[in-house]
């Protein structure tokens, strides 16, 4: 999949940065080690006077995420359980399991998704399509 998406010209962000104006775009590899964001995080160069978003699929490590400078991060994972009462279960695992978060300056939004794991249902779980607008400071 990832080589199909390169051919055809997306940049796919395996930690990694792609800078675009004022804005800076990490993206860091999934993966089921909770420490995943803080060691990739700390291979790159952050620059904190440039809007940071980092797009990482779990909802782990938002005060490492704070520490680098990071002033929005994008996460999902959880689908808020999906099915009650596993959302229950998904609680004991992550934090944050849905909705906004603030650590310091720093904001993590986790999504509910569109997809499912498992049972293509959702029961006490809507999904979603979450949009950000993200504006110059002072520009509301």
């Not at 010209?9 to 990490?26: D, E, F, K, P, S």
């Not at 980092?54 to 400078?69: C, K, N």
């Not at 009650?84 to 998704?113: A, D, M, R, W």
Request: charged fraction near 20%.
């Amino acid at each position: 999949m990832l080589e199909r998406l390169q051919c055809r010209g997306v940049t796919v962000l395996r930690t990694a940065i792609i800078t675009q104006g004022a804005i800076q775009l990490i993206g860091i590899d999934d993966s089921e080690d909770p420490s995943q964001v803080e060691r990739e995080i700390a291979r790159l160069d952050i620059y904190p006077k440039r809007f940071v978003l980092l797009i990482y699929h779990r909802p782990w490590s938002l005060a490492a995420a704070a520490a680098a400078g990071v002033d929005l991060m994008i996460s999902g994972h959880t689908h808020n359980g999906q099915i009650v009462p596993f959302n229950l279960v998904v609680k004991n695992v992550f934090e944050q399991i849905v909705g906004l978060f603030t650590h310091g300056e720093t904001k993590l939004y986790v999504s509910t998704g569109t997809g499912t794991w498992g049972p293509v249902m959702r029961l006490g779980s809507r999904g979603e399509v979450t949009s950000f607008e993200v504006l110059p400071a002072g520009a509301a």
